[in-house]
């Protein structure tokens, strides 16, 4: 292997060895080697398309790229940080399977508008990959829903117990949020899908290329139309990360409410053991690792947002040096985030609901007093009057340690004396949440109808 360089016939001396370690990034991009092979070799096609370069010459570029490529799958490829970038060492090894020809396989072309292609061909494919485990996520919280259709907890806000739901509709609730995840994934393919090979350096080349055949080479719809935004823009990575960052945001949400969910004061839920660890001193415990994993996690892939941000914020048009660190935060948040979704994909279906201490739960605290107001409006007083005069009901059963569904018909009459015995069936558990029609309600009917609307269209987006 040379450590020559593609710029020596400028420079009368040899690169500092550190400042070889420390401008390397092949430790890192490397894992784009099967993406930077493939352009190359749509590239070598244009180029032989044009006129550019003979047919056999594409031919034998071509042939000795695929040797590369089964040279690193197999593992006998050597890396060598003299070489820097996964660019460097595959145009290296073809020059050493096929010769001098391999001296033009960078014709019209540049680093730069290579590495742009590259992340662009990698991260649409993470994407899509991505989706397809968002998919078999929000399946889970739909076949969980289903199982779990009679079971009532409380509802909660300010973490206080607000108003009883179906466990279903508190589940839905998450396939909502990975679905949006998915859609947001999704709409940035379009603007990953934009093939910016042919903007050279930054100013277009002079040869007569065909932009839109390497395009279509390559399954882009759409070429670059200014070449210095071709290889300046990573608004695609920042985009990604920022539809990661809101992923990790309601994964770290769940984890956090089966944290909760799991302990003794809540006893909701259990987790399997297969997912949970024990202590190394106390014999009894149960510690919800992986979702509490899962919810720290969630603060790399901020960082790395954050760090992406800072990085392109003050760069001046158009590549700079400084962009090479964008692949590290993109490589982890997309690891960080496949594996999370992954472990709760695996770990979902082998939850148990505790249906008992949920409704139970759902039975106390006074969650039907909402219920109780609404009533009185049905009688004619206005919402306001009925908020107050069922606030001094929940006070005088408080006094008495008994729910308002355990106070006697006279008792609640001495604050409303038009209150009649079909008091007791509109604060029933079962009627608080089936009166709950209006559309995206818990009603135990909204929740079949938005089961069957989620199966419908999982089954429509099947991958």
């Not at 001296?103 to 508008?113: C, E, F, G, I, V």
């Not at 379009?190 to 277009?204: E, S, Y």
Request: charged content about 25%; some cysteine.
């Amino acid at each position: 292997m040379t450590s020559q360089k593609p710029w020596d016939g400028r420079f009368g001396q040899a690169t500092d060895r550190r400042v070889e370690a420390f401008t390397s990034s092949i430790d890192i991009d490397r894992r784009l080697y099967a993406h930077d092979i493939a352009g190359s070799q749509a590239h070598c096609r244009m180029l032989a398309e044009c006129g550019i370069i003979t047919a056999d010459e594409a031919k034998q570029l071509c042939a000795g790229l695929e040797t590369v490529r089964l040279e690193i799958e197999s593992g006998r490829f050597v890396f060598d940080d003299r070489l820097e970038d996964i660019h460097m060492h595959i145009e290296n090894r073809l020059r050493q399977i096929v010769g001098k020809v391999a001296l033009k396989l960078h014709t019209a072309r540049s680093r730069n508008d290579q590495v742009a292609l590259d992340v662009r061909l990698f991260l649409r494919d993470a994407v899509g990959g991505l989706i397809g485990e968002l998919h078999a996520l929000r399946t889970c919280f739909v076949d969980l829903a289903g199982k779990n259709l009679d079971i009532a907890m409380p509802g909660y806000t300010h973490l206080q117990r607000a108003q009883p739901v179906l466990l279903a509709h508190h589940l839905l609730a998450y396939y909502e949020m990975f679905t949006r995840d998915s859609r947001r994934l999704d709409d940035g393919l379009k603007r990953i899908n934009v093939m910016p090979l042919g903007a050279a350096a930054l100013a277009g080349t002079t040869y007569p290329v065909d932009c839109r055949y390497t395009a279509e080479l390559l399954g882009f719809p759409a070429v670059c139309a200014n070449s210095i935004d071709a290889v300046s823009d990573r608004d695609f990575v920042l985009e990604f990360l920022s539809a990661a960052s809101i992923c990790m945001v309601h994964l770290s949400r769940l984890a956090e409410e089966l944290v909760l969910w799991s302990s003794s004061e809540f006893g909701f839920v259990t987790l399997p053991d297969a997912f949970a660890t024990g202590s190394s001193i106390m014999p009894q415990k149960k510690n919800p690792d992986v979702p509490e994993l899962v919810r720290g996690k969630s603060g790399s892939v901020f960082g790395h947002l954050m760090a992406m941000l800072t990085t392109m914020k003050g760069l001046p048009l158009a590549y700079d040096r400084d962009m090479q660190e964008d692949k590290k935060p993109l490589f982890e948040t997309l690891d960080t985030l496949s594996g999370c979704i992954g472990i709760f994909a695996a770990m979902l279906p082998k939850l148990a609901f505790k249906a008992d201490a949920m409704r139970n739960a759902a039975s106390s605290g006074f969650l039907n007093a909402t219920d109780m107001a609404d009533y009185l409006v049905g009688r004619g007083m206005p919402f306001r009057e009925a908020h107050a005069c069922v606030g001094r009901v929940v006070s005088y059963a408080l006094e008495r340690g008994r729910e308002i569904n355990e106070l006697s018909l006279e008792e609640l009459r001495a604050f409303f004396a038009d209150i009649d015995k079909d008091i007791f069936t509109a604060l029933s558990l079962t009627a608080v949440i089936d009166r709950r029609k209006s559309f995206g309600g818990t009603a135990r009917g909204n929740v079949k109808a938005a089961l069957a609307a989620a199966r419908k269209v999982l089954d429509a987006e099947k991958p």
